[in-house]
């Protein structure tokens, strides 16, 4: 069973910094890629940031230059530092990782709320 553990979320005013961490449950080496996903009420889950196992990345344009994926092998873990947060940052940030063995399985974690003030 894969468990994913979001840590890090809580309240910041806006320009402040927070960095989120992703506990798993295996080696992290295991997945083809680890990510970061946010939602808020009434919207779809947005893609926030990606890190192979390789550790090639990605971000969202909303978030490219203030965003940071970054990953620890030794600690199973992945981080997402957030500076120069933004009020429109505001939203339940969720940990994925996927690995692909004959089908593509898709784990979640719980969720970490980052509420951002003006």
């Known amino acids: 069973q894969v468990q994913l553990v979001e840590s890090g979320g809580g309240l910041v005013q806006a320009g402040g910094s927070l960095r989120l961490s992703c506990a798993a449950s295996?080696?992290?080496?295991?997945?083809?890629?680890m990510a970061w996903y946010r939602q808020t009420p009434g919207k779809e889950r947005e893609l926030v940031a990606t890190i192979t196992n390789g550790g090639n990345t990605n971000y969202a344009d909303s978030v490219k230059g203030r965003f940071t994926i970054s990953r620890d092998d030794a600690k199973k873990s992945v981080y997402l530092q957030m500076n120069s947060l933004k009020p429109e940052d505001t939203a339940v940030y969720f940990c994925n990782a996927q690995y692909i063995i004959f089908k593509t399985h898709i784990y979640w974690g719980q969720g970490t709320q980052v509420t951002v003030s003006s």
């Open positions: 295996l080696r992290i080496s295991t997945f083809n890629a």
